[in-house]
């Protein structure tokens, strides 16, 4: 098992700023990757940003030169800097841990989510 807890959210203007994080603890074996995702009111889970353990990281267009992931492999933990946030950034945002078991077997974890809101 493994339990994913994030933190970090709250209320922040437009243009502002906010890190969130991420820790990760239980049975954890090889990680591909750890990402962060956002839900909206009304609308689909969407992928924002992943990080592998080499520290390759990907980003969604939409958050590409605002936001910045990071991780330390040593704790588990992965960190989501998000500058300049508008409004449509007002989300559930949650952690993901991709990682394959002892016999290889791939699965994902899911955090509880954090709650982002960007208004004035």
């Known amino acids: 098992q493994v339990q994913l807890v994030e933190s970090g959210g709250g209320l922040v203007l437009p243009g502002g700023s906010l890190r969130l994080s991420c820790a990760a603890s239980?049975?954890?074996?090889?990680?591909?990757?750890m990402a962060w995702y956002r839900q909206a009111p009304g609308k689909q889970r969407e992928y924002v940003a992943a990080i592998s353990p080499a520290g390759t990281t990907n980003y969604a267009d939409s958050v590409k030169g605002r936001f910045a992931i990071s991780t330390d492999n040593a704790k588990n933990t992965v960190w989501l800097q998000m500058n300049s946030l508008k409004t449509e950034g007002t989300a559930v945002y949650y952690c993901?841990?991709?990682?394959?078991?002892?016999?290889?077997?791939?699965?994902?974890?899911w955090g509880q989510g954090t709650q982002v809101t960007v208004s004035s």
């Open positions: 993901k841990i991709h990682m394959y078991d002892t016999k290889n077997i791939p699965y994902d974890s």
């Open positions: 239980g049975s954890i074996f090889n990680i591909d990757h």
